[in-house]
């Protein structure tokens, strides 16, 4: 799923002998490459974890961290290297290896993610290491970034406007695709989730597992079916929760993500008019009219903040996005409209700040218990809006190793999770529509966005402009990811999940082959795992004794509480 960025400025054991190594090499490519001689990785595939205990006052006692050496350029080993940082809780039953998590973005930080979230997956520990890792390009792991004073990433015009000014809107999107490229440092042309499979299969290599037990949530779902068809004889047992599309283009899926999010805005509203607290009042048909009639208002005349800025329509329209991701949300979310509706008090939305598409993460440097202790300000999508917040927490945005060594927590980039989203999706999209096109494609999709959500339309479109003056992507995943020939995986679909529609699980599932089994949420909100027993018992019983219900089977739908504590993401 392309999630959307801001319009605003965004601050165990060896391998076996060489032979084991060497009969990987050609694993994951193209059947044409795969016939030629191919790079040496057999030092990539020798590794051994040295575990220690995390470093950080915030980190759990129990986690353990460590890293692992891949090339920067497969084609070239010998040209560079990077250091991926790992994560685990070890196992306290029988182990049975490594399962490995990613928490989706993509752009999220695998290691806060398990610092923070990591006892919704205790229970398997019951057979597994439970391990994460930071994907190249992202926290520790050689972090992109966009730059110490952030960019600013235009939004669509409301209406068709002159060529005067598309040609400065284009103007700018090339000026910040030029300012993230100068500070990301090498690693940017080797971003990417093809590239992030192959480190994933190093990974469980370095773990000792013959085969990847894995669990991904929303992006991570992308990343997992990478990894099925660039090794299939090393897939284990691979679930995957809010499932991506593999060949919709980045238009269809915005579109897809408004309307998701106006079926999850309606379900709000619905039941937010229940209640006498709710700012839209009990009256369901005016409120949705309200919705609208605020985030033009506030486009119109935007809000001062305590941070100095201003509060827009369309930074109502992020905290919104995010706010409903989960139902455990709804009373935060319903709380901060009124404040804002009543006292013009835009404090509690600004503290809706998202990782992306996947689980809650809370980003390097930020508490364990919630949102960031300085009550960063952000947009729908993790772009920090609070340029000052750099100085404050002593972390620059511009550094990174030119080793590819692991940075210190402290130095990830706090626009490392919106800067490493746009690489990550622009490297894996193959489209690159010049600027002729992309402003037709603007005129002629503006209706249609708005016919799918008058709220979230325009916020949606934009999603269009995100890979203008980037390197053309992959065709890898659209081509190449399908008819994968590997032991059975779980792909979790939920029916009102607003990020990943489930017509994306049963395609994706279609796509992969029969090897896929689709287990049917009736629930609402992005992923199961952490909203409904059901699925979480499912993917649990499948991960660690290899169960799946009949033809997949399905979960109803759960009380809002059922599993982890209140969230924003």
């Given amino acids: 799923m392309l999630a959307m960025l801001s319009t605003r400025p965004f601050v165990r054991r060896w391998a076996g002998a060489s032979a084991l190594a060497l009969a990987l090499l050609g694993a994951g490519l193209p059947a044409a490459a795969a016939d030629r001689p191919q790079p040496d990785l057999t030092r990539f595939y020798q590794q051994r974890p040295a575990w220690t205990a995390c470093p950080g006052p915030d980190m759990p006692e129990d986690l353990q961290c460590a890293k692992v050496t891949v090339p920067l350029d497969y084609a070239r080993p010998g040209a560079g290297t990077l250091d991926l940082a790992l994560a685990r809780y070890r196992a306290t039953g029988p182990s049975h290896g490594s399962v490995v998590l990613n928490f989706g973005g993509p752009g999220g930080a695998g290691i806060p993610g398990l610092a923070n979230e990591g006892r919704q997956f205790m229970d398997l520990t019951d057979g597994y290491d439970v391990v994460t890792f930071d994907p190249r390009g992202v926290g520790r792991s050689s972090p992109v970034s966009c730059g110490e004073g952030g960019v600013t990433l235009p939004a669509v015009p409301r209406q068709d406007t002159g060529t005067g000014q598309s040609q400065a809107l284009f103007r700018q999107l090339r000026q910040v695709a030029e300012e993230c490229a100068r500070n990301s440092g090498p690693v940017l042309p080797h971003i990417g989730t093809v590239n992030a499979s192959r480190d994933l299969d190093v990974i469980r290599q370095a773990l000792g597992d013959d085969k990847l037990n894995y669990l991904g949530f929303s992006y991570g779902s992308r990343l997992g079916a990478v990894y099925a068809a660039q090794f299939p004889d090393q897939v284990g047992r691979l679930a995957l929760d809010g499932v991506d599309t593999l060949t919709e283009s980045s238009a269809e899926q915005g579109l897809a993500g408004a309307e998701g999010q106006q079926r999850a805005l309606d379900d709000f509203l619905d039941w937010c008019t229940t209640d006498v607290g709710c700012p839209f009042g009990q009256d369901r048909r005016r409120a949705g009219d309200e919705v609208l009639r605020l985030v033009r208002s506030l486009d119109r005349d935007p809000v001062p903040t305590e941070f100095g800025a201003s509060f827009t329509g369309q930074d109502l329209v992020g905290a919104l996005a995010q706010g409903l991701y989960s139902k455990r949300s709804w009373p935060s979310l319903e709380r901060a409209l009124a404040s804002l509706v009543e006292d013009g008090d835009t404090r509690r939305l600004l503290g809706f700040a998202t990782s992306g598409v996947g689980l809650p993460h809370v980003r390097y440097g930020t508490d364990r218990t919630g949102p960031s202790r300085e009550h960063e300000r952000t947009d729908g999508t993790g772009a920090s809006l609070d340029r000052d917040r750099t100085d404050r927490a002593g972390a620059s945005p511009v550094r990174h190793r030119e080793d590819g060594g692991l940075v210190d927590a402290a130095d990830v980039p706090v626009d490392n999770l919106p800067a490493a989203l746009m690489a990550i999706n622009c490297a ?142």
Avoid at 542 to 547: D, E, M, S
Wanted: charged share 25%; net charge neutral; hydrophobic share 30%.
């Fill in 428 to 569: 894996d999209d193959p489209e690159r529509p010049d600027a002729a096109r992309l402003t037709e494609e603007m005129r002629t999709l503006r209706a249609a966005y708005d016919h799918a959500s008058p709220v979230f339309g325009r916020y949606r479109l934009t999603q269009l402009l995100l890979c203008y003056g980037r390197p053309k992507g992959t065709d890898f995943i659209r081509e190449r990811v399908k008819d994968v020939h590997t032991a059975k995986m779980l792909l979790v679909g939920t029916r009102g999940d607003p990020a990943t529609p489930y017509r994306w699980t049963v395609e994706t599932a279609r796509r992969l082959g029969p090897s896929a089994v689709v287990l049917d949420n009736k629930g609402e909100g992005h992923t199961g795992y952490s909203s409904s027993l059901c699925v979480h018992h499912t993917v649990n019983d499948f991960l660690l004794y290899g169960t799946l219900p009949a033809g997949g089977g399905s979960c109803p739908a759960d009380a809002p509480a059922a599993v982890g504590p209140e969230g924003t993401g």
